[in-house]
């Protein structure tokens, strides 16, 4: 892979604070001195991330370690700190953190209903949904995305606030809080409706959808435009396909996990590969101008 100079800074410019960053992202680089300057050299395909980086941590910013695969837990920046820097990754997680509070994990059916893909009613022992196209039509556009905030368990709501607080801070920084919003968004409203079109009325939630969506984003933007921050174990990829083929053949169901929204699952995965691949392809193009 070819490298290019991207960087030409005075002699007296202190370095060592960027390239210890770089170091520990595992970015390939290297510092020459030419003509009176330090110049810092990079893969021409990864030019545009580092310069973006450097706009943003001249210094190095010793404690940002973006949770790069390789980073131990003794050199992250605090929690606090984290938090500040992906917010709408925080804010996705607080609203889901909530909701599971003011619906008691499933159990509060009234409060509930506020948040369901279709509104419905209690009727003894049963739900009835209402049509919907009549809670659409009464202005009720929040439902086709405000499932995912919906978890029906502690283990549902840890694992997925776990993945999505993985998934969800690498897009933060690579592209942008707006991107991560418009994609969360995108991959709920897919994912939603992709199970009521396969399951028609019921009641189902969560982030799982979206989280596939994220996981295909990352899969094949990375494939595309290789990027350290989105660079993956390829074992996490391998365990959420393998986990997403076992939930579609049925045995988890049958070993008591309850029923899987796997048309949500898909359908996030599938919209995710695509945005994916949009966004992967334009970074390319890019780089290559």
């Known amino acids: 892979m070819s490298a290019v100079a991207i960087l ?11 390239v210890k960053l770089l170091q520990r992202m595992q970015v390939p680089h290297r510092v020459s001195e030419e003509a009176g300057e330090q110049v810092l050299w990079v893969p021409e395909s990864l030019r545009e991330d580092v310069l973006d980086l450097y706009q943003r941590f001249p210094k190095g910013d010793p404690e940002q370690q973006l949770d790069i695969p390789q980073a131990t837990a003794s050199e992250g920046p ?15 997680l607080v ?25 419905f009613r209690v009727a003894g022992d049963y739900l009835q949904f209402r049509p919907l196209a009549d809670g659409l039509a009464a202005g009720q556009w929040w439902r086709l995305v405000t499932p995912m905030l919906i978890h029906f368990g502690i283990l549902h709501i840890a694992m997925n606030g776990m993945w999505y607080w993985e998934l969800g801070r690498r897009i933060e920084w690579r592209q942008g809080s707006i991107n991560l919003l418009g994609l969360t968004l995108l991959f709920s409203l897919v994912s939603n409706y992709a199970q009521y079109h396969f399951s028609g009325p019921s009641l189902f939630g969560g982030l799982s959808g979206v989280l596939y969506g994220l996981l295909g984003h990352c899969w094949i933007y990375q494939w595309l435009s290789p990027n350290p921050i989105y660079r993956l174990p390829r074992g996490v990829l391998v365990m959420m396909l393998v986990w997403l083929l076992l939930c579609l053949s049925g045995l988890v169901s049958m070993i008591g996990f309850g029923e899987i929204a796997n048309a949500a699952h898909v359908g996030g995965l599938l919209v995710g590969c695509l945005t994916g691949l949009l966004g992967g392809l334009y970074s390319r193009r890019k780089l290559a101008l």
């Open 95 to 119: 609203l889901s953190l909530v909701v599971c509070g003011i619906t008691l994990l499933g159990d509060n059916l009234q409060v509930l209903s506020w948040f369901t893909f279709l509104d």
């Open 78 to 92: 605090g929690l606090a700190q984290q938090l500040w820097r992906s917010p709408v990754t925080a804010l996705v």
């Open 8 to 18: 030409r800074l005075p002699l007296a410019t202190d370095l060592s604070g960027f």
